[in-house]
């Protein structure tokens, strides 16, 4: 398995969504950034958080 490069705490607490400018929850298992609100979960490759809306998982309605 490949080992997950960690990112950066200090960064994760500034980011915010960029759809809703709201906060963002950190999913330390699937490396996903969560926003609630919008629906979306933004990926994190090689410990960068990828905030473009287009590249971002849209969240189950369950």
């Not at 950066?8 to 999913?27: G, M, N, Q, R, W």
């Not at 979306?40 to 287009?54: F, K, N, S, V």
Request: glycine share 4%; proline share 10%; charged share 25%.
């Amino acid at each position: 398995m490949a080992q997950q490069r960690q990112t950066d705490p200090k960064l994760l607490e500034v980011l915010v969504c960029p759809v809703t400018k709201t906060a963002l929850t950190y999913d330390a298992e699937r490396q996903e950034l969560v926003s609630p609100v919008s629906g979306l979960a933004y990926p994190i490759r090689d410990g960068i958080p990828i905030m473009l809306p287009g590249e971002a998982r849209e969240l189950s309605r369950d």
